[in-house]
């Protein structure tokens, strides 16, 4: 069973920040917070991991609460081509993935 | 950015048949393999992880002689549906992920459509 937790959907207007909220409430010390999402059809998307900080890189910003109990990440400009299932999953990058649910974000014009 | 190549991206065939997925990481080694399936609007389930040089390991419930894994090198992974049924139709996805030590993430192919008919 996964172990993080999301909202099921989310609305957006296009050019607006998407901010996507994860709960990692058993998230061990040496786990990393992954990022992905996925495009109807197509296999899923890296995005962005942390482990303490604060990351940013072209697509996206994540940002990790002191305790890493949850994280939020944020597209800073929504574009259509942005709807898609969103997954946060706490592991170590070599380990397997297990996906929950994730949030799917719909990016309205 | 890493790129991992999956193939043949979709399958129809007879029930009956054997069918062969390919996945490769085309610029790192990767030393540790994914096998997912997916059912429509479902999440990725985790069927199999795939070492270089030693037997795959099977998640519960995933019949090993029914899927069948091998990987023979550091830059392919493939996964054989033998003797597939229509309930075998699924989207299948493999991830490449650099090894033990590393904190890189995994990267995903684009899956393959199997329609068994």
């Known amino acids: 069973d996964a172990k993080t937790t999301q909202p099921p959907s989310m609305d957006c207007a296009e050019g607006r920040a998407a901010n996507l909220p994860c709960n990692h409430s058993?998230?061990?010390?040496?786990?990393?917070v992954y990022w992905y999402r996925q495009i109807h059809s197509q296999g899923p998307q890296y995005i962005i991991h942390g482990l303490k900080n604060n990351e940013t890189n072209e697509m996206a910003s994540l940002i990790i609460t002191e305790d890493r109990k949850s994280s939020t990440l944020i597209l800073p400009h929504a574009t259509l081509r942005d709807t898609a299932v969103y997954y946060c999953?706490?592991?170590?990058?070599?380990?397997?993935?297990?996906f929950g649910t994730g949030t799917r974000l719909l990016v309205s014009p | 950015g890493a790129v991992v190549s999956q193939h043949p991206s979709r399958v129809i065939c007879k029930s009956g048949t054997s069918v062969k997925i390919e996945c490769r990481s085309l610029?790192?080694?990767?030393?540790?393999m994914f096998w997912y399936r997916q059912f429509p609007k479902k999440s990725l389930m985790l069927m199999a992880t795939?070492?270089?040089?030693?037997?795959?390991?099977?998640e519960q419930g995933v019949e090993k002689d029914k899927f069948l894994i091998n990987h023979a090198s550091l830059t392919l992974s493939t996964l054989t549906v033998t003797s597939a049924h229509p309930e075998d139709s699924s989207f299948y996805i493999c991830?490449?992920?650099?090894?033990?030590?590393?904190?890189?993430?995994?990267?995903f192919g684009d899956g393959t459509r199997l329609s068994i008919l």
């Open positions: 991830s490449a992920s650099p090894g033990q030590g590393s904190n890189q993430p995994q990267h």
């Open positions: 610029d790192f080694q990767a030393t540790t």
């Open positions: 795939s070492n270089e040089g030693s037997k795959a390991t099977y």
């Open positions: 999953i706490d592991a170590r990058g070599f380990q397997k993935l297990v």
């Open positions: 058993t998230i061990s010390g040496n786990e990393y």
